[in-house]
């Protein structure tokens, strides 16, 4: 009776930890990454490893050129193109544009006005008118000046023309218009080019 007890004594560990006790077995007890709650539905791993990632800083344009242009101020007035004032040799005729008002240069006299300009040219120019418009309003109908014509001549070169008949000490705007032929061949057009401020007679 005693010797059964001392083999259930030494069997006991064996029962209890089953094949796995003996050095010998192929089976061990089970790891987070083999054991039965780790495996998967092939008898694979179905642990999976993440790595935490790390930020980086936006991209950045490589030309060295800003995302987005710089604005600038270009205005809403178009810039005044200078003409040339005496005439040269590559000069070549243009086209008479009626599309702003210039400023007309004019030096007054007593009685009359001389006015000066730069004939542009064109094939279609006919020839030019100058006028003279009184600002020194008075009861009644204002005085017609009418308007004196100018056969245009070689182009690329400046012109005078004096307007005559004009009353001493009196304020007149001058204004010259072009008349140009219609390019469909039809009839011809007149156009205001220059125009002066206010210039008083003496």
């Given at each position: 009776m005693?010797?059964?007890?001392?083999?259930?004594?030494?069997?006991?560990p064996l029962l209890l930890t089953g094949c796995g006790g003996l050095g010998g077995s192929a089976t061990t007890g089970a790891s987070p990454s083999s054991g039965a709650a780790g495996a998967g539905?092939?008898?694979g791993n179905s642990w999976l490893v993440v790595e935490r990632g790390s930020p980086t800083p936006s991209p950045t344009p490589s030309s060295g050129i800003p995302p987005y242009p710089t604005p600038a101020a270009t205005g809403f007035l178009p810039l005044k193109t200078p003409q040339p004032t005496t005439p040269t040799p590559t000069c070549a005729p243009d086209t008479v544009h009626f599309s702003r008002v210039g400023a007309l240069a004019v030096t007054p006299g007593t009685t009359s006005?001389?006015?000066?300009?730069?004939n542009v040219g064109g094939y279609n120019l006919v020839e030019y008118r100058l006028t003279a418009i009184s600002h020194d309003l008075k009861v009644g109908n204002q005085r017609d000046i009418g308007w004196i014509r100018i056969k245009p001549r070689t182009a690329c070169g400046p012109m005078t023309a004096t307007i005559r008949n004009l009353d001493r000490k009196t304020g007149y705007v001058f204004s010259l218009d072009a008349v140009v032929t219609r390019r469909s061949g039809d009839g011809t057009h007149a156009g205001t080019l220059l125009r002066s401020h206010v210039i008083y007679t003496r």
């Open positions: 005693k010797h059964r007890r001392r083999w259930l004594l030494v069997l006991a539905a092939g008898g006005a001389t006015a000066s300009w730069y």
